[in-house]
């Protein structure tokens, strides 16, 4: 015969365990440490943050629409959010389209419009365009059937800010012999960004201060793309930088241009911030 006093034991065990269980549980389907949602966007009602990653310069490929059934991918660069929502435990599900359907609705509500549209109920996805301050914002939002999670993608387009002054690029030199600069460029061509001209400024600034100072100016691509034509690309850069500096009022003998395509990478080409870095220009001393 089981005594009252262990049978107290064994329930307050019991209950124990269950609150146990039910404490973890709720921290299971808590909002991932440091995670938010992104201002643009409310999230799904019953939803809750599985995973968070956010960054204020990388680069993200969204899938744009051309004509028919044609479609496209087009990278875009500047201050990325990448959310993943999970359904509640016991929170009725929506269908993906409900999921995807309230997102397009919200864009258009701020003025923005569906660029590519993939209506395949087991991954169904949509990229966004939308202008909100003056700057594009590219949004992709994916669901697979049933509504169980979704993903949220957002690129805010902007320049990754590069304070550097002639000064720096020449220090750079003669301490290590080698500076990078993230020069940005028109996508797959070697026309240079407006908003990078002021980089070009500081190394023909530098070059003017130092006469006697003569440089290589190399070509980096990620892996994206087939390796004869990132290195075709990148030459083509390099001799497009040499061009603008001279443009500059530099002697054209003191400059040399290469490309090395993808070769010398100093990131790991799998994530999007080690592409970001392994697409540059170097200045090496001569």
């Not at 909100?132 to 999670?149: C, I, S, Y």
């Not at 908003?195 to 006469?211: G, L, R, T, Y």
């Amino acid at each position: 015969m089981i005594r009252t006093s262990t049978l107290h034991a064994i329930e307050r065990l019991l209950l124990a365990t269950l609150l146990l269980l039910a404490a973890t549980e709720a921290v299971a389907q808590s909002d991932a440490a440091g995670s938010r949602d992104h201002p643009l966007f409310n999230r799904m009602a019953g939803y809750w943050i599985e995973d968070y990653e956010a960054s204020d310069f990388n680069s993200r490929v969204f899938l744009v629409k051309t004509t028919g059934d044609e479609w496209e991918e087009k990278t875009v660069e500047g201050k990325k959010t990448e959310i993943t929502y999970r359904l509640r435990e016991g929170t009725k599900e929506p269908s993906s389209l409900q999921v995807v359907r309230n997102y397009v609705n919200a864009a258009a509500q701020a003025g923005g419009k569906v660029v590519y549209q993939n209506d395949d109920p087991g991954n169904r996805v949509a990229t966004l365009f939308l202008v909100k301050g003056g700057r594009e914002t590219w949004v992709e939002v994916r669901g697979a059937d049933g509504g169980g999670w979704y993903t949220l993608a957002i690129v805010e387009k902007g320049v990754m800010a590069q304070e550097i002054s002639a000064g720096d690029i020449y220090d750079a030199l003669a301490k290590q012999g080698r500076i990078a600069l993230y020069i940005l460029f028109d996508t797959g061509k070697a026309t240079i960004k407006p908003e990078s001209q002021p980089i070009v400024k500081q190394v023909a600034d530098m070059m003017k201060a130092h006469p006697e100072v003569k440089v290589s100016v190399e070509g980096h691509t990620d892996n994206v793309g087939a390796p004869a034509s990132n290195k075709v690309l990148s030459e083509q850069r390099a001799g497009a930088v040499v061009a603008a500096i001279v443009a500059q009022g530099v002697a054209g003998e003191r400059l040399g241009a290469a490309g090395f395509g993808q070769d010398k990478p100093v990131a790991s080409n799998a994530t999007d911030d080690g592409r970001a870095k392994n697409r540059r220009v170097e200045l090496v001393r001569r």
